[in-house]
């Protein structure tokens, strides 16, 4: 029997036998680990940052909300401090809500003119050019600063200071999507009538609409707290024209329309409604039955709470 000295050794572990080379590849692992670590920490933190981003880009959105229930501004004020006040915010968003701000404190300013405090509404219309202001700091897009643009010269125009508004209206050269180049005509043809020129401002707002070609589209632009369509800016030049006008050139505006927007509830019932308003009633009553044949359902509900819609309802079925 082999007694303990006679037994054969047993070898010695790999990492022993190679020591350098273990603690080398050791060493690698767990750097790679290490490595693997981070950039799965950093993926999470991205989804989470792309997560929450997302998230203020909606609460921005339903903002208008808020405006719409909110007589005095605060709370819109309140909620630009909680949630939009991180200096890490990305550009888009950080300049909305400089431009939401703006709007918070112009509802200010309203409120305190109606009481006739001055001191507290020049306040506030001080604090409107400010968030206008250090918006215009911001490295904006093209499209976001001609759109803040815009609104700076709406907030000027109600303000009845048409010389300053004017100067600060973005050239129309310099509008690349349809909708904004629409809004600067629209604010150009309102400065105009401001300055007692309702004639020139009538022949803008007519040529730009005569311009328009190849159907309404689906294009939009974030314009005053929301998205605009060509579709409904288009129709509030042509709303603007008929009130203010009220001349037989502009049937021939929204029968342009009309066709334009051939599948557009929204225009059909606009064009309705212009068309009775400028006395062609069978022109009105033609929209009107396109306006039920793309939503007889809505066209229905609204025709019975509409007293203008309900004249063309009933003249329709009588025929």
Known sequence: ????KSMPLAPKP?????????????????????VLLVVLLN??????????????????????????????GDRLLQLLDEKFSDPDLPVLLKGRALRWRAMAWRRKAE??????????????????????????????APAERFAMRLERTESLLLRERVSDALAVLPELADGHEIVLALMRQFLFAQA??????????????????????????????????????????????????TSQGRSAADVELWIHLRTLGADDYEVQKSAARGLAALGEQNEALTSWRNARRLNS???????????????????????
Request: with cysteine; glycine share 8%.
């Open 1 to 4: 029997q082999a007694t303990p």
């Open 14 to 34: 790999w990492r022993k036998r190679h020591p350098v080379l273990s603690r080398t590849i050791l060493y690698a692992l767990g750097a790679g680990l290490a």
């Open 43 to 72: 993926d999470r933190l991205g989804e989470d940052r792309e997560v929450e981003l997302e998230a203020l880009q909606k609460q921005l959105d339903g903002l208008s909300l808020v405006l719409a229930t909110d007589p005095t």
């Open 111 to 140: 409120n305190a003119d109606a009481a006739g405090d001055t001191v507290a509404r020049d306040g506030a219309l001080a604090q409107v050019d400010a968030a206008f202001d250090a918006c215009k700091a911001l490295d904006l």
């Open 192 to 241: 105009r009538r401001l300055q007692g020129r309702l004639d020139e401002a009538l022949a803008v707002l007519r040529a730009t609409l005569r311009g328009i070609e190849g159907g309404l589209g689906v294009s939009q632009s974030y314009v005053g707290g929301r998205e605009w369509t060509t579709a409904q800016i288009a129709v509030e030049m042509a709303n603007f024209l």
């Open 297 to 319: 359902a809505l066209a229905d509900t609204e025709a019975a709470h509409d007293e203008d819609l309900g004249r063309l309802q009933k003249a329709l079925r009588a025929r």
